[in-house]
């Protein structure tokens, strides 16, 4: 089936660091991938839609400027937490779907845990 | 957004089938439900999706109300493994984009 693979699942670093998180479509092609964060006990928020060859859409109250996404290929995207303080600590997921239907699934990835001091 | 309302959590015995409900009054006739499931520390694994039918899987079937207002995810022998955090989504049509309601936490008593 198809599969979804995130880089790094866990990160640790200092405040003020920049973070860059890989989403790659490993078997198909994706033009439209998902970004999505998920606190302790809480569901999935999505943050973003990341289009292949253009700009990403945000959600209401996400911060473009702090959450940079760039879409290069039909198999990547990143999503890159800049200048990242302790509230930015989460559970960071990416999702891409095989085809552009409303009836085709989203295939996730397995998570990025980032942990800010 | 269309929205979807779930209990927060639901327990079972093992080997006994679950029936978790959803509940998406302001579905719109393109929205398709899915079901997506989430282990701890995992991203959340497709389960299931339909539009109209009932449909089933080597996972679970899905049983769509006749007026599309509900729906019901049934595990047919729940085991250890079925223990997460069982979600009932629409799709947007348009945007594609899954809009997360709380899900419910099923716990699967051994």
């Known amino acids: 089936g198809a599969v979804v693979s995130q880089h790094p699942s866990r990160v640790i670093c200092k405040s003020g660091t920049s973070v860059k998180i890989e989403c790659r479509s490993l078997?198909?092609?994706?033009?439209?991938m998902f970004w999505y964060r998920q606190f302790p006990k809480q569901s999935l928020m999505l943050m973003a839609t990341s289009n292949e060859g253009s700009k990403a859409t945000y959600e209401q109250g996400v911060e473009k400027d702090k959450f940079l996404i760039n879409h290069a290929s039909l198999t990547l995207s990143t999503l890159t937490v800049t200048s990242a303080h302790p509230e930015d600590s989460s559970f960071y997921i990416c999702s891409a779907s095989t085809g552009q239907g409303h009836n085709q699934p989203q295939h996730f990835g397995d998570g990025t845990r980032l942990s800010i001091l | 957004d269309a929205k979807t309302t779930q209990p927060n959590s639901m327990e079972s015995n093992e080997e006994e089938p679950v029936h978790l409900p959803c509940n998406h009054s302001?579905?719109?006739?393109?929205?398709?439900i899915h079901w997506y499931r989430q282990l701890p520390s995992q991203g959340p694994e497709y389960v299931i999706h339909?539009?109209?039918s009932n449909v089933n899987n080597r996972m679970a079937s899905l049983a769509i109300a006749e007026d599309r207002k509900s729906s019901t995810l049934i595990l047919h022998r729940a085991t250890l493994r079925d223990a997460a955090v069982y979600y009932c989504?629409?799709?947007?049509?348009?945007?594609?984009?899954?809009?997360f309601g709380t899900g419910t936490r099923l716990k699967v008593l051994a």
């Open positions: 989504i629409l799709r947007e049509s348009g945007t594609y984009k899954y809009i």
């Open positions: 078997d198909f092609q994706a033009t439209t």
């Open positions: 339909g539009l109209t």
């Open positions: 302001t579905i719109s006739g393109t929205d398709y």
